[in-house]
């Protein structure tokens, strides 16, 4: 009996250490778990939705956006520009790169002085966004209307890496303020001065290719 018990005391510093020796390490769970949440988030490709649709920019011309990281220090966005390397229409897309994007802050491409101000009765605005990271990226769209540039934020979207096709971000259904409020709609959504689409990463730099961005009516 004594020589059962002794056996079972020493087999037990053993497999404790066996059990150690086959645990992952902090950093190979977290590789695991961003490849489980890559794996999870897939490519959108959405139908052309109905409805009537006017170019709001195509990006064969000239670059009229800008990153507001330029100015701003608390803002990720790097460069904006226009590129052949990738497009869903014609020659040209935007390309949009941004630095590492620490956890709740975000990278923004804006526009101003848009051709078509009058939204009031546009119910989505869509878009093409070649995701070139290799994680997954959450994306939303924000207005500014009216001489008081007021703030409205459509709902986020996960993009899967690769290319999301007629990424549709609704106009008008969860629509919130600056704050984070609920609100019905786009405020002044007759007079929009300024358009921006904001990437949330975390703790990693890229660049998204975008074109074809479309109001639908």
């Known amino acids: 009996m004594k020589k059962t018990v002794k ?6 510093p053993v497999a404790f250490l066996v059990s150690c020796a086959s645990m992952p390490g902090r950093q190979d769970s977290e590789i695991t ?4 949440t890559a794996a999870k988030v897939i490519p959108i490709n959405n139908q052309l939705p109905k409805g009537t649709l006017e170019l709001i920019d ?5 670059n009229f956006w800008y990153a507001l990281g330029e100015t701003k220090s608390e803002d990720y966005s790097t460069d904006t520009d226009t590129t052949e390397e990738w497009s869903s229409q014609g020659d040209f897309c935007a390309q949009w790169s941004f630095a590492k994007i620490p956890e709740n802050s975000k990278a923004s491409f804006i526009i101003e002085n848009l051709a078509q ?4 009765d546009a119910k989505a605005l869509i878009a093409d966004i070649n995701n070139t990271c290799q994680n997954p990226l959450a994306i939303l769209l924000e207005t500014q209307g009216g001489p008081h540039h007021i703030i409205s934020r459509t709902k986020e979207i996960s993009l ?10 609704d106009l008008l259904h969860e629509i ?6 609920q609100i019905s709609a786009i405020i002044e959504n007759d007079d929009i001065r300024s358009v ?6 975390k703790s990693f730099s890229g660049s998204v290719f975008v074109d074809n961005i479309n109001l639908v009516y």
Request: charged letters at 25%; zero cysteines.
């Open 58 to 62: 195509g990006f064969e011309e000239e």
């Open 33 to 36: 778990a961003e490849k489980n």
């Open 160 to 169: 899967g890496i690769g290319e999301n096709i007629n990424v549709y971000f």
């Open 7 to 12: 056996a079972m005391i020493l087999f037990i």
């Open 196 to 201: 921006s689409f904001q990437i949330k990463g």
């Open 176 to 181: 919130t303020d600056e704050n984070g409020n």
């Open 117 to 120: 101000k009058d939204w009031s």
